[in-house]
């Protein structure tokens, strides 16, 4: 049953498969919340299981430590420390205005494609392609609909919006061919709107680059 349950974590479209610093931290977060949630079921079985046995004698408590604490107290600790860690989580998936990355790519969304323009104008649609090792903002936006940028293996999500610019950061250390989707229904084609992301050796990525639009423009 074990390894069985274990190839839901594995696949193109796993997060809990990462590829990169950024990834790893959005897993980290989700086994932080699954181990967490396990162990306060666990106390709350175990409360539950007392109070219906002879053992409930061991709950012979005021009434209000357990209103207070369990309903109260321990509720707003658990979250804080959870929203805390996630908000770090999060601001380590956007572009730090400081440290400019070493590449810049337009993402644009429209029903039901991605184009992935570069500063030296070459374009691409449903097909990014990364150089690895090195940090890429990825500057997001929409033409129509609220959509969803997502590279399960390299990154969170984060919204493409109509007139308004969001930057992701990705570095991804591993040479490899990963999926890409959007994450947010936004019609018809929904399902369909994918895209692919080829991250290549740095010493090739031009070549690769070039070839990939060469590919794309006899398409």
């Not at 959007?182 to 010493?203: D, I, K, R, S």
């Amino acid at each position: 049953m074990l390894p069985l349950l274990g190839t839901g974590c594995d696949g193109p479209l796993s997060s809990l498969d990462p590829a990169s610093p950024q990834a790893s931290a959005v897993a980290d977060l989700w086994w932080i919340m699954l181990v967490g949630s396990g162990l306060v079921f666990l106390l709350v079985m175990t409360l539950l299981t007392l109070a219906f046995t002879s053992a409930r004698r061991y709950l012979r408590r005021p009434h209000a430590i357990y209103i207070l604490g369990g309903g109260l107290v321990f509720p707003a600790t658990v979250l804080s420390v959870l929203l805390a860690y996630a908000l770090f989580t999060g601001e380590r998936l956007l572009a730090d205005p400081a440290r400019p990355a070493a590449l810049r790519v337009q993402a644009m969304a429209a029903q039901w494609q991605w184009t992935f323009r570069y500063a030296s104008g070459i374009e691409m649609s449903d097909r990014l392609v990364l150089p690895a090792g090195q940090p890429v903002d990825i500057a997001i936006s929409s033409q129509d609909v609220i959509h969803s940028f997502w590279i399960p293996r390299l990154g969170g999500k984060i919204d493409a919006l109509p007139g308004r610019i969001h930057v992701m950061r990705i570095i991804s250390e591993q040479v490899g061919t990963y999926a890409g989707a959007c994450a947010e229904f936004c019609g018809l084609n929904h399902a369909g709107m994918y895209f692919t992301v080829e991250v290549v050796p740095l010493a090739e990525f031009e070549t690769v680059l070039r070839q990939a639009m060469d590919e794309t423009r006899s398409n």
